[in-house]
């Protein structure tokens, strides 16, 4: 990238930070008093105020609005008014000055400390982290015992104590862009290591260090104004906010507002920088936007047509009908799945295939709605079990059989187990969820459960914690835990993918003799059509979030209707491994996705493979 | 668990391996950070020597005041053996420190480390119960936010968290001395105990309420906001949907699984909370006239009173580094990957 480019780029993303800034109105809020109180101080000198020094001992201790002092007058009979504008203007410099300076040095010691590494980073790291083992005041006061109580003094005490933000801060991002490629070629273009820190690592760390004066610098004014409160910063007769708080704390009974307005006004600063530098920080660190975190409900929201409940008994033991599951993220609407049927008989093991983000999970989580919300939004279908709607049943309903009677096998069993829970614990848990027995008796069910899943010395297992077992033993107990309470349905979401091909035939094995065993029916997803011929009855085929093609198993493995899916002998290589499938024919149109066009093409072929009868 | 153990006969030696193998890791990580805790409080005995060792001028006369005669001053060199190389003198008072002997405070004719310690108790009470509030209402706060995020309480709570961390500790003690003790005359305003007749605890309490609510408000505010967004994190988890699908009640997924998950990232900042309090100490006995410690050293600063605040600063700063140390073996404790 060319220099121009990269500056105009730049200049681009200022201003739409500016303008991201100006959207969030707490901010907006923040500048504009924070503004008005800047303003104020600097004109002080033109404004039409009183000498804030000139003392009027008959004119002491005046009521706010009186004797045409607005705010009042102090001990000394000195207008209130004109000592707070010009004890801002004070504060105000001593706190922005204390700011520049612990940012300069700080970022200085971060920037030194993180390009250059080894050594010289050590030392500085441990040196700041004696800084930082100090409480944050203390350090101050130990500063200015030594160089004395007076304004300046307390500057350098509270720019002194701020460094080590700045200097951890900038060298962690440091850090992170010293392996970056262009610092690579700035170097080996034969730049010295001080204008690569200037031109190079300087405007990329710039962002941390605006992050950082944001949220330091509210706090560093009101230090300042501690320190003078407790007579250590502005000596008399210089004042500043928090000088003139500690005059007037004596007067607490008798004149409140000689201390309480100076209060007020620290307040108001700090409080326009914080919600300022709030802002400043949503929008140049947008992970940390409050918006990007959302809160998943007890179940997915719904959105259902109103429809007659229409609950037949028939010979399957869960049926959906119509399924429509969408994700709303803002003003964009995903549909994840749309209109899915499918039926599932008792004793059956369904498959379900289909390539990533066919649907194929959202439609399992949606049987007892457990997809994420927001985003989430199931706002079609009926869903019937035991001659029940789920997405029309109650709460405590939806919680009795959510691994009751119906269970989930997951994925990837390091990030789906509970990792500060000891295994046996959460199977304990699972248990008494539903059966009302005591801990003890629930342990020895564990246990039971363990030995079930062969899982070897299962007693000092159950004490494990997740991240003490290998990938298989954790998908055990995956499996154990769904078989807690012996449900009628387990519905295993890919629960080999993420297991190396020996532990996966062995877990295959396993779930197979159980299901088998207990009489349970299982939806087996996966995009693996060697495990689907091994496991299943039946099989559906999803794509973009639609059933195209369901069938017999063999069946469909061995005559393939729909293009999407490659026929069964060429799927698995000849050494007869369960391997993963690239679609054959989507992919010229994958590859096609950023376009719009490509976009609507895939849609109108989709429309077509769905809307041709491939039913057998 | 427990009652377990209640129920098996006392003959049987039933192992439980794993138990006592965590406990043993516990106990194992506690002593390491204590080991790790050492160098820093040397450390902080550096930088303590050497910030005095800046001191402009003569530190015997500074140590002594300008009205010193020129003899207490050429004693107090020789007894402090400013003669010899700075490495000497910084092992011969850390040698005295462990000792006991911190050095005499010349303004109060009496020990440092009586004259601190006893402050310091004071400033333990006042900032131990300080923590304890800022702990328990900001944890609470942040969950109550975070479960109905985006809900009235939510932004009341949002509203509250930001006033507080806006709010300079010695004004809000100032409002509420004033609503408290002077309008509604409810609460004492300043001291630890009534001048006659108090002494006993529920005159301390009465004492305490101001002080404590004043210094806790900052660090519930951070703490707050900080339980809030790990809290909405840890929601969105897989594991949390697990409990879900598992038949787990919301609340227990909430304050089970959720909350002790946000726990681990939550500890280690009420560890360095522990700080801000210790620090925030110094406004809040000043405006209360709590006989604390922070009170102790503005005194000693004005009075220029040099070992008096070396004393004082080093037993804040060592009080910290336990503090932290503290929080690390709580963070083990919830969460068994960290060793």
């Known amino acids: ?616 | 668990m427990h009652r377990e153990a209640i129920k098996s006969p006392p003959t049987s030696f039933e192992p439980r391996p794993h138990m006592s193998h965590r406990r043993q890791n516990i106990c194992f990580y506690a002593i390491k950070r204590l080991v790790m805790a050492v160098p820093v409080i040397i450390g902080l005995t550096i930088i303590v020597f050497f910030i005095m060792a800046l001191i402009p001028g003569d530190p015997a006369t500074a140590i002594l005041g300008s009205y010193a005669t020129p003899e207490n001053v050429a004693k107090l060199n020789e007894q402090l053996g400013l003669d010899k190389p700075l490495w000497e003198q910084y092992a011969t008072w850390v040698g005295n420190m462990l000792n006991g002997d911190f050095g005499r405070s010349y303004n109060l004719n009496r020990a440092v480390i009586d004259e601190v310690l006893e402050r310091f108790s004071a400033t333990i009470i006042l900032a131990g119960t300080a923590l304890v509030l800022c702990s328990i209402f900001g944890l609470l706060a942040g969950i109550v936010s975070a479960v109905n995020q985006y809900g009235f309480v939510d932004k009341s709570v949002t509203l509250v968290v930001l006033v507080g961390i806006s709010t300079p500790a010695f004004w809000l003690g100032l409002l509420l001395i004033l609503l408290f003790g002077v309008q509604l005359k409810w609460l004492p305003v300043s001291g630890m105990y009534e001048i006659y007749g108090g002494g006993d605890l529920p005159d301390l309490l009465k004492h305490l309420i101001l002080p404590a609510s004043t210094l806790a408000l900052v660090a519930t505010g951070v703490i707050a906001r900080l339980t809030r967004a790990s809290m909405l994190d840890v929601l969105r988890q897989d594991y949390i949907r697990t409990a879900r699908a598992k038949g787990v009640s919301d609340r227990r997924v909430i304050f089970k699984h959720a909350f002790k998950a946000a726990l681990v990232s939550v500890i280690p900042v009420i560890g360095i909370q522990a700080g801000f309090v210790l620090g925030g100490a110094v406004y809040v006995e000043t405006v209360f006239q709590w006989p604390g410690i922070g009170r102790m050293l503005v005194t000693a600063i004005a009075t220029r009173d040099i070992l008096l605040v070396q004393g004082g600063v080093l037993v804040v700063a060592t009080c910290y580094v336990f503090f932290n140390l503290l929080a690390d073996v709580f963070q083990n404790l919830v969460d068994p990957r960290i060793s």
């Open chain 1, 1 to 616: 990238m060319t220099n121009e480019a990269s500056s105009k780029q730049s200049k681009n993303r200022r201003i739409s930070v500016f303008k991201l800034l100006l959207r969030n109105r707490l901010a907006v809020f923040g500048l504009v008093v924070l503004a008005a109180i800047v303003t104020l101080s600097l004109l002080a000198s033109w404004l039409p105020l009183a000498n804030p020094d000139t003392t009027d001992l008959a004119q002491r201790l005046k009521k706010p609005l009186t004797g045409g002092h607005w705010l009042g007058t102090d001990h000394l009979g000195r207008d209130l008014l004109s000592r707070i504008v010009w004890g801002t203007r004070v504060s105000l410099a001593v706190g922005i000055t204390a700011s520049v300076f612990a940012a300069l040095m700080g970022s200085t010691i971060g920037i030194v400390s993180g390009y250059l590494g080894g050594r010289t980073d050590n030392l500085l790291m441990r040196g700041i982290d004696m800084l930082m083992a100090f409480p944050y005041i203390l350090l101050a006061l130990a500063i200015v015992a030594v160089l004395g109580p007076g304004l300046m003094n307390a500057l350098y005490a509270i720019a002194i104590v701020n460094i080590p933000f700045f200097a951890r801060n900038v060298r962690g991002v440091t850090v992170s862009f010293k392996r970056r490629e262009f610092i690579d070629a700035a170097q080996l273009s034969g730049k010295n290591n001080i204008l690569i820190l200037l031109t190079e690592v300087l405007p990329n760390v710039l962002p941390v260090i605006v992050i950082t004066l944001s949220t330091t610098i509210g706090w560093m004014i009101l230090e300042t104004a501690g320190l003078s409160f407790l007579g250590l910063g502005a000596q008399p007769p210089q004042a500043d906010l928090g000088s003139m708080l500690g005059e007037g704390r004596k007067l607490i009974i008798t004149a409140p507002h000689v201390s309480t307005i100076p209060g007020c006004v620290i307040f108001l600063i700090v409080m326009s920088i914080n919600l300022l530098g709030d802002g400043i920080r949503d929008t140049l660190d947008p992970r940390l936007k409050a918006g990007a975190l959302q809160r998943p409900a007890f179940r997915t929201q719904t959105d259902l047509p109103k429809r007659s409940a229409n609950l037949s008994t028939t010979r399957e033991i869960l049926t959906v009908e119509s399924l429509s599951t969408e994700f709303h993220t803002g003003t964009r609407v995903l549909k994840a799945v749309s209109t899915v049927d499918l039926q599932l008989c008792p004793g059956e093991c369904l498959g379900v295939v289909g390539e990533s983000g066919s649907g194929k999970s959202v439609t399992a989580l949606s049987v007892l709605s457990l997809v994420a919300s927001p985003p989430g939004k199931i706002v079609d279908g009926k869903i019937t079990f035991d001659s029940r709607d789920l997405l029309r049943i109650n709460n405590q309903e939806l919680r009795t059989i959510r691994g009751g009677r119906i269970a989930y096998i997951f994925q990837d069993p390091l990030s789906t187990l509970h990792p500060l829970f000891s295994v046996g614990n959460q199977l304990v848990e699972a248990i008494r969820s539903h059966q009302m027995i005591s801990r003890s008796d629930a342990l020895g069910l564990a246990l039971e459960l363990l030995k079930k899943v062969q899982i070897p010395n299962a007693e000092m297992r159950a004490q494990a914690y997740p991240f003490q077992l290998s990938g298989g033993m954790r998908q055990r107990v995956g499996i154990a835990m769904a078989l807690a309470n012996n449900p009628e349905v387990i519905i295993a979401d890919e629960p080999t993918t993420a297991l190396d091909v020996t532990v996966q035939a062995e877990v295959l094995r396993l779930l197979k003799a159980l299901v088998g065993e207990n009489n349970v029916s299982l939806i087996f997803i996966t995009h693996d059509f060697g495990v689907i011929g091994q496991l299943c009855d039946r099989v559906i085929v999803m794509y973009a979030g639609q059933v195209v093609e369901q069938g017999k198993t063999n069946e469909v493995l061995q005559s393939p209707l729909h293009p999407t899916r490659p026929s069964s002998s060429n799927a698995c290589p000849s050494s007869g491994t369960p391997t993963k499938l690239g679609w054959r024919f989507p992919v010229c149109l994958r590859r096609l996705t950023t376009c719009q066009l490509a976009v609507s093409l895939r849609r109108a072929v989709t429309w077509w493979l769905i809307n041709v009868n491939w039913d057998r």
